[in-house]
C-alpha cells in the first residue's frame, strides 16, 4: 500500500496514522470519528484521508493482463 506520508497542502506528516485509520474503517467505524480520535483536525489533512484510493494493485494487475509491448520500451 502506498499511503501518502505527508499532507499535501499543509505538509503534516500523516503516514504514521494511515494503516490504522483504514483498519478501524474497514472494522465499520465512522471515518470522521476515527481521524477525530487520531489528531486529524485540518480539512486538508483530512481529506488526505478519505479521498485516498489505492490504486497500485490495479496497475500491477493490468500490467500482468497486458503487459509491455515494444513501443513502450523505446523513448
Known sequence: M??????FTCGAPIGDKFEEFRRRVKAGED??????DLG?????CRR???????????????NELYGSTEKDKGF
Open 31 to 36: 471515518p470522521g470519528k476515527v481521524l477525530d
Open 48 to 62: 488526505m484521508f478519505l479521498g485516498h484510493i489505492e490504486l497500485v494493485d490495479d496497475i500491477i494487475h493490468l
Open 2 to 7: 502506498m499511503a501518502p506520508i505527508r499532507c
Open 40 to 44: 486529524i483536525k485540518r480539512y486538508c
